[in-house]
């Protein structure tokens, strides 16, 4: 028997309220009960890309040609088939060496995930109790607001299927007690995964490592609390300077139109939606229906 708390949902994307009705939970495996998080140390990651082999194969993702821009990057974005990208960006630091910063991007999976706030599909985005922030492309439009709504710019259209794809945190692998394809795939210790307070505890003691003996002064665990924080964290050399790591936001924000238009510009629309609808009721019932006019000998209506 698989632990009943480990994939339950906490919010859905279209839906009017908190309490996802019947059919909400999945079938579960032993694992990690309560929040999840991945930790990725920036610091020991050597650009193998195993981690972007693991995630193509496990996903079963459609091959994509990749392309050479000037960089060891396997291709310049994430893309709908394609959820895990290594960032390369070669920094110079205040001495005049240079270092390479390394990044591995996907989905935050965010504890206010703007996604699922901008998504007006119900049921296309779910987010579950332990963190996990999941498609299903069933019940998918294609408005595509979810990439609008997203301060990481990780949700991708596929053209041809209409439907819009990102990076899972492997919820098939976690929900039967696996821990996600990527990590089990890194060479270095580079990626951990556990629970979310255990994972902060590792993230802390390895910045403080940084701090006190590679003589990285700015070094710090990446966890941003604008969006409630994510369940995907990074241990960065310098947290002063997100920015240089593949353009990580240093205050991500989700925009205030798509935080409250369901629970206050939605409503509002209805409202004159219904107005109007009324108005046109009661003026048929008052002044009658529009009657045609009179014709004069010349074709014109008569003033």
């Keep these: 028997m698989g632990d009943e708390r480990m994939m339950q949902i906490k919010a859905i994307s279209g839906h009017p309220g908190t309490v996802p009705g019947k059919g909400a939970q999945r079938e579960q495996g032993e694992g990690i009960a309560g929040e999840v998080c991945k930790l990725i140390d920036v610091t020991t990651c050597i650009g193998c890309k195993a981690c972007e082999v693991a995630c193509v194969e496990w996903n079963d993702m459609p091959f994509q040609q990749t392309n ?160 409630g924080g994510t369940h995907v964290i990074y241990v960065l050399h310098d947290t002063t300077k997100p920015e240089l790591y593949g353009g990580l936001p240093a205050n991500p924000q989700i925009s205030l139109s798509f935080t409250y238009w369901k629970w206050l510009a939605k409503p509002i629309g209805l409202a004159f939606a219904l107005s109007a609808i009324l108005a046109a009721f009661f003026h048929y019932i008052f002044a009658g229906p529009k009657l045609p006019q009179p014709e004069t000998e010349g074709g014109k209506e008569e003033v």
């Design 68 to 227: 050479f821009d000037n960089t060891y990057q396997t291709m310049p974005t994430t893309d709908w088939n394609y959820w895990n990208l290594i960032k390369f960006d070669e920094h110079e630091r205040e001495d005049g060496t240079f270092m390479w910063l390394m990044r591995k991007d996907q989905c935050m999976h965010c504890e206010q995930p703007g996604c699922l706030m901008a998504c007006p599909a119900d049921g296309a985005i779910v987010q579950y109790t332990n963190g996990i922030v999941d498609f299903n492309q069933d019940n998918c439009i294609g408005c595509q607001y979810c990439a609008s709504g997203c301060p990481f710019n990780i949700p991708k259209f596929n053209p041809t299927t209409k439907k819009v794809y990102k990076c899972t945190l492997c919820s098939d692998r976690v929900g039967s007690g696996l821990e996600p394809a990527c990590i089990k795939a890194c060479p270095t210790g580079c990626l951990h995964f556990g629970t979310k307070s255990d994972m902060v505890e590792l993230a802390d003691a390895r910045a403080s490592q940084l701090r006190q003996y590679s003589g990285f002064e700015n070094a710090g665990v990446y966890d941003p609390s604008s969006i």
